[in-house]
């Protein structure tokens, strides 16, 4: 390799570890519908039926029905791109009517989702010994949040991106890193 050659090299593997860095981010999807609407508030109107809104939360419980799947959500408030934010005050529970099959162990307690739909109804039904209704999403988008990782030690996790570049050399010959994280 002509040594002028290195630069432009350099300059192009740093540009392409961006890019991928990039390409890895998750997708922001903009919540529909009213974002006054909440689970508990569709619950006790009956004015809600036909509205299309945007709900996230974690997933409390997966059932298998005759005609797909339905999710039990805690709702919570969603952030810009729809992540549901579970440190916020809980919305109220809402139901997730799926035409098709969601693996349990992918939707299992716990797991964050985001849900866009139509409410259909509501159905009644309990939290312990407690009657309570919960408002129906049919023909749902639903988003699964991938599961987030915490560092054993979180004194070494970064509050915000960064890249670090590596540069050495020896014996007539240059050498590079880099490093992106998020």
Known sequence: MHPSSRPCLLAALIASAILCGCATRQVCVKPVGDPSLTPAEAA??????????S????????????????????????????????????????????????EPLDYREGRQVTVTGRIIDVADGQIGDVDRRFPILDEPAIRLWPERKIPDDVSIRPSRPWISIGIGGGSGHVGGGIGVGF
């Open 55 to 102: 709900w996230g939360g974690q997933v409390i419980a997966t059932r298998g029905l005759n005609a797909g799947t339905e999710l039990e959500v805690i709702g919570y408030p969603l952030d810009d791109c729809g992540r549901p934010l579970a440190q916020g005050q809980p919305l109220g529970r809402f139901l997730v009517r799926h035409r098709g099959y969601l």
């Open 44 to 53: 006790s109107s009956d004015g809600a039926s036909g509205s299309v809104v």
